[in-house]
């Protein structure tokens, strides 16, 4: 009989986990907890995962977002029940008008766009249109082009339009708070093209009353240093989506003065750990609907200490803490950063 492909273990941890968004080190806890998942070894003693697993993963990953307790959901993802639908999650009729929106786009038939762009967006609020629409269009455009799907030519197009919705909303915001309590640099990093978070970083902060200097991508940190002299921002929010070179990055924040820096963004999933011990507090996720809070708290550490730093976890989005993870927010301090943590080690 021929062996099922579904079978073969061939997933490492570091596949698993861009696959599912949960980080290596959950993964592990997980396995050492709950039992689960089960990958197989090789001789070498490296985790490599079958695909039904993998399946099983993105589907707690998926339960775990609607809250609740992780050995439950476990239990129910390896019951075979349903999992219910994400509270952030695009639903499918949405999904395939993106697909279509994207496709419009890069027909350069931006006409026909613009309406199938209104029409995916009337009556949504702003933060519903950035994370429901916008977020999962960025993400369909990107992919396509790592898919050889399209040409760069037709993902720039497509990315750019989303890119000035994004924008667009962030402006309206703007002008919607007319006092801000203060100001916030938000910028990417020298090197980093990557947009879309920053400007959810921003429309997130205007949202909750603070006034977003956003600088956009690819920025030295010498000109960063500038802007915190000149404009004296209450903080400096920094969107890292590469994960290259992400200890260079991390020293260069460190050499940032003047401001409270937080973190956030993709390429942290698996790098909490090395945060740590470039002298960073971590606090956990979900980081864009709660940034009001975690702002608030860093404005007043900064107050006592602006070298205050913290890296914002990305790894669940889309709901405000529950009571256990504002406790825990609540507890964090300074001491934290100086804990070891080896998390970073994304082979086993
Ligand atoms: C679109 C995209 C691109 C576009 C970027 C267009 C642009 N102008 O922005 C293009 C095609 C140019 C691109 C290029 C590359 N990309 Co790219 N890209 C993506 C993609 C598909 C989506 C990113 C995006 O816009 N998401 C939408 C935004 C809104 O979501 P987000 O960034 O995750 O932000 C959310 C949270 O993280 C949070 N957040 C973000 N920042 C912050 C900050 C704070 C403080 C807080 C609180 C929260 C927060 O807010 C957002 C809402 O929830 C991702 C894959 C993915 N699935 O995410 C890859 C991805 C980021 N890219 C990747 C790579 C490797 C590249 C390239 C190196 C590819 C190549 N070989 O050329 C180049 C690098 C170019 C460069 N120098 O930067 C990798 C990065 C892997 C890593 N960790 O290092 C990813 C993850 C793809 C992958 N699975 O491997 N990319």
Known sequence: MKADPLSKAHYSIAAVSKLSGVSCHTLRVWERRYGFPVPERLESGHRRYPAQQVDLICQVARRCQCGGSIAQHIAEARAGHPPPPPIDQTPPVTSQRTSELIDTLQRADARTAEVIYEHLTTGLAPAEIANAILTPALTEAGERLFRNDCSIVEERLAT?????????????????????????????????????????????????????????????????????????????????????NIRKRFDELESLHGAPIFVGGRSLLNYQGLARQCGFGVVRGPAIPNVGRYLEELVGRGRQNNHCRVCIAPETTGHPLDDTQAEEFSEWHTNDAMKPDSQTDLTS
């Not at 309206?172 to 100001?183: H, K, T």
């Not at 949202?207 to 991508?217: E, I, M, P, T």
């Open 160 to 244: 750019m339009f989303l890119l000035r919705k994004l924008a667009a909303l962030v402006d309206d915001a703007q002008r919607a708070n007319s006092s801000p309590l203060g100001r916030v640099i938000v910028f990417v990093m020298q090197g980093d093209r990557h947009e879309g978070g920053a400007l959810m970083l921003s429309l997130a902060l205007e949202l909750a009353g603070w006034r977003s200097l956003f600088l956009g991508a690819d920025l030295p940190i010498r000109e960063v240093q500038r802007g915190i002299d000149r404009w004296k921002p209450v903080a400096v929010g920094v969107s890292l989506s590469l994960s290259r």
